[in-house]
């Protein structure tokens, strides 16, 4: 075979089977006929307290400052064309390291797995992803007159980075 048609074959292959890349507004996991979505308050299993609040706030600020989609309240869930459901499965707070002067931990890091599933009206699933986990470092102050409790700046901040990661993975399907 001559190097022309074999070129020629390899191109149309290549036009057929295209890159798998896709535009950004292209929703891959829900299906046009979403525009109102429903995200209740997620299920905490810990023993954490708010973290699901944190957690729900930062997915509908998330859907609602990216997406064309409705965000319902949490009353509204019967309402949505879909639902948003999610859950806290673990919370841990590790200690990284220590002050060798007072033996007390100076630096933490706060771990969260999650599990979220996206609904239809008709219950079937159109995403879900059951392993997601975040970790975050944050400092201690042994100042007593300048200490701050720096342990819910840092479920803010995991809280932000969980919104971001699920709205991709929802919108992109990367």
Same mark, same amino acid.
């Given at each position: 075979m001559s190097r022309f048609? *074999?070129?020629?074959? /390899?191109?149309?292959?290549?036009l057929l089977t295209g890159c798998g890349y896709h535009s950004v507004n292209s929703a891959a996991h829900l299906p046009k006929t979403v525009h109102t979505l429903a995200v209740p308050t997620f299920a905490n299993h810990t023993q954490s307290f708010h973290t699901e609040v944190? /957690?729900?706030?930062?997915v509908i600020r998330e859907f609602a400052s990216r997406t064309p989609y409705k965000v319902l309240a949490t009353d509204q869930q019967d309402e949505g064309d879909a639902v948003l459901e999610g859950a806290i499965n673990s919370f841990q707070v590790i200690p990284l390291t220590y002050n060798i002067q007072t033996g007390q931990s100076s630096s933490y890091l706060i771990s969260v797995g999650a599990s979220?599933?996206?609904?239809?009206?008709?219950?079937?699933v159109l995403y879900e992803n059951k392993t997601y986990s975040f970790r975050q470092q944050y400092q201690t102050t042994q100042d007593l007159v300048s200490f701050i409790q720096e342990d819910p700046a840092a479920v803010q901040r995991?809280?932000?980075? /969980?919104?971001?990661?699920?709205?991709s993975d929802i *919108?992109?399907?990367?």
């Open positions: 048609p *074999l070129a020629a074959l /390899f191109a149309l292959i290549c944190s /957690f729900t706030n930062a979220v599933k996206v609904l239809d009206r008709d219950k079937r995991l809280s932000r980075d /969980f919104a971001q990661a699920l709205v *919108l992109e399907s990367f």
